[in-house]
């Protein structure tokens, strides 16, 4: 029997998700099919039953969605839980099971994929977005020596960083307040790159980190990769690795099995250009 999954998002056609699934299903030799669906603002819940109902097995939420799938869940694994919002789902009996993949496939890219430990060392991550709340608790596992939100309204950064304060070192500044800092790892999870758009940062934040990391993948080298080229010797990298290592996570909970993302990587990996 054919497993039928699905990605859920608005817009969501741009989405890469079936082909990352559909070879992963290749490597473990499992039969599903996985589509897009583009659920109407106001009208997920309904399109979300509708495709439980028809049994599909699970699939991933995208933006806007991950806190409407989180509330019309049953059941909330430990990081869909601490984040308060999920990018993976599955449906088990009555159950409607959430996970939050986002930020542990994170990890992994810079970890295993770019040999970058992140244990002590001065993290800085731009934005307060829901990508961002998916990322805080396991990069505050990995015990850094500092972890610092930064954004433009600062409220919002301030709120995370007290939701998070618990699990480790956080604090909240303003993108005014970053002149003069440097950090070992500069994160950009704002949507800046999706615009072109470049950030106005003060140059001290690249002087010694080791690392620059767009979350934005596919778009070559963004405004905030050319800056930090420009005022570092840091290696770049997009989110082509955190989305395939993301999709694994959620791979080996649906299926119990962790597929190798070196392939995906490939497939997917724009040249920083």
Same mark, same amino acid.
């Given at each position: 029997?054919?497993d039928?999954l699905?990605?859920?998002?608005?817009?969501? +056609?741009h989405?890469?998700?079936p082909?990352?699934?559909?070879?992963f299903a290749?490597?473990?030799g499992?039969d599903?099919?996985?589509?897009?669906?583009?659920?109407?603002?106001?009208g997920?819940h309904e399109?979300?039953?509708a495709?439980?109902a028809?049994?599909?097995?699970g699939?991933n939420?995208?933006?806007?969605?991950k806190?409407d799938?989180?509330?019309?869940?049953?059941?909330?694994?430990?990081?869909?839980e601490?984040a308060g919002?999920?990018?993976?789902?599955?449906f088990?009996?009555?159950?409607?099971l959430?996970q939050?993949?986002?930020?542990?496939?994170?990890?992994?890219?810079?970890? +295993?994929?770019?040999?970058?430990?992140?244990?002590?060392?001065r993290?800085l991550?731009?934005?307060a977005g829901?990508a961002?709340r998916g990322c805080?608790?396991?990069?505050?596992?990995?015990?850094p020596?500092?972890?610092?939100i930064?954004n433009?309204?600062?409220?919002?950064a301030?709120?995370?960083?007290?939701?998070f304060a618990?699990?480790g070192k956080i604090e909240?500044v303003?993108l005014?307040?970053l002149d003069?800092?440097?950090?070992?790892?500069?994160?950009?999870?704002?949507?800046?790159a999706?615009?072109?758009?470049?950030?106005?940062?003060?140059?001290?934040?690249?002087?010694e980190?080791v690392? #620059?990391?767009?979350?934005n993948y596919?778009?070559g080298k963004?405004p905030?990769?050319k800056s930090a080229?420009?005022?570092?010797?840091?290696?770049?990298?997009?989110?082509?690795?955190?989305l395939a290592?993301?999709?694994?996570?959620a791979f #080996?909970?649906w299926?119990?099995t962790r597929?190798?993302?070196?392939?995906?990587i490939?497939?997917?990996?724009?040249?920083?250009?």
């Amino acid at each position: 029997m054919t497993d039928r999954l699905a990605i859920f998002g608005n817009p969501v +056609q741009h989405s890469k998700s079936p082909q990352i699934y559909h070879r992963f299903a290749e490597q473990a030799g499992i039969d599903l099919t996985y589509e897009r669906i583009e659920a109407p603002l106001d009208g997920f819940h309904e399109a979300f039953m509708a495709f439980r109902a028809s049994g599909a097995r699970g699939g991933n939420i995208t933006a806007p969605f991950k806190l409407d799938a989180y509330a019309a869940s049953t059941k909330r694994m430990r990081e869909a839980e601490i984040a308060g919002a999920c990018n993976t789902y599955k449906f088990v009996g009555d159950d409607i099971l959430v996970q939050n993949t986002d930020g542990i496939g994170l990890v992994n890219d810079i970890q +295993q994929n770019l040999n970058v430990p992140l244990e002590g060392k001065r993290i800085l991550i731009l934005g307060a977005g829901g990508a961002v709340r998916g990322c805080l608790a396991p990069f505050l596992d990995q015990k850094p020596g500092t972890l610092t939100i930064a954004n433009r309204t600062l409220s919002r950064a301030d709120d995370l960083a007290a939701r998070f304060a618990g699990f480790g070192k956080i604090e909240a500044v303003g993108l005014d307040g970053l002149d003069g800092r440097r950090f070992d790892v500069v994160l950009n999870a704002t949507s800046a790159a999706l615009s072109g758009q470049s950030l106005a940062l003060p140059a001290s934040i690249f002087r010694e980190a080791v690392l #620059a990391y767009d979350l934005n993948y596919g778009k070559g080298k963004t405004p905030f990769l050319k800056s930090a080229e420009a005022n570092s010797s840091a290696r770049l990298a997009d989110g082509v690795g955190m989305l395939a290592e993301q999709a694994v996570e959620a791979f #080996a909970w649906w299926y119990g099995t962790r597929p190798d993302s070196r392939a995906v990587i490939e497939m997917l990996t724009v040249p920083l250009v």
